[in-house]
């Protein structure tokens, strides 16, 4: 099956720090990108969809200037938390479609990122 | 609004069959996808279901009828490691994917 992976695995940093996280579709392209954010014993949290060479788009709350992502290639999206707050400590998950099997289509994850900001 | 209902949490012995079940509304429906995700790590794919029916995969069978906006993961000969959450999850016509809030299995010698 395709492989996304994602970097850091986990990271802890100081309030008020940004911290940039990577998500790599490594076997297989992907136009499009997702950005989760889950917290502790709750589902999967849409944050934003990752389009490559094009603006993300943002669910309903999520701050876009705070969680700034860039879709670079069609194998990589960042997301960037910047003034990272111990409210923003989660497990951020990235998930991506295959380009050549369409929109109707499992999503890969990856094995997600444990944010903790201290 | 959208909506996806499954159970919060569910029991079961090793060796026994368990049914997760999934009701969902959406604007539209591309079909729906069954995720199982243990403690600490990222989903992992289960199934895919768009026609009414069931579709057996191993000890994991997944049936979907539209007409009820209903679902249900069926796992047979129960072992450990399938304690985990299942995610259920429908695509709608945006293909966005409405995710329900996960069923906790517990599984017991």
């Known amino acids: 099956g395709a492989v996304v992976s994602q970097h850091p695995s986990w990271v802890i940093c100081k309030s008020g720090t940004s911290v940039k996280i990577e998500c790599r579709s490594l076997d297989f392209q992907a136009t499009t990108m997702f950005w989760y954010r889950q917290f502790p014993k709750q589902s999967l949290m849409l944050m934003a969809t990752s389009n490559e060479g094009s603006k993300a788009t943002y669910e309903q709350g999520v701050e876009k200037d705070k969680f700034l992502i860039n879709h670079a290639s069609l194998t990589l999206s960042t997301l960037t938390v910047t003034s990272a707050h111990p409210e923003d400590s989660s497990f951020y998950i990235c998930?991506?479609?295959?380009?050549?099997?369409?929109?109707?289509?499992?999503?890969?994850f990856g094995p997600g990122t444990r944010l903790t900001v201290l | 609004g959208q909506n996806i209902d499954q159970p919060t949490e569910m029991t079961a012995t090793e060796g026994a069959i368990v049914q997760i079940n999934c009701t969902y509304q959406t604007s539209g429906f591309n079909g729906l996808f069954w995720y199982q995700q243990h403690a600490g790590e990222a989903p992992t794919f289960l199934s895919y279901n768009v026609l009414d029916g069931l579709e057996e995969k191993g000890r994991f069978s997944s049936f979907l009828s539209r007409s009820k906006g209903y679902s249900y993961l069926l796992l047979k000969e129960l072992q450990m490691k399938d304690s985990a959450s299942y995610l259920c999850a429908a695509l709608n016509s945006n293909y966005q994917l409405i995710w329900g809030a996960g069923t906790k299995l517990i599984i017991k010698p």
């Open positions: 998930s991506a479609r295959d380009l050549l099997s369409g929109e109707i289509s499992e999503q890969f």
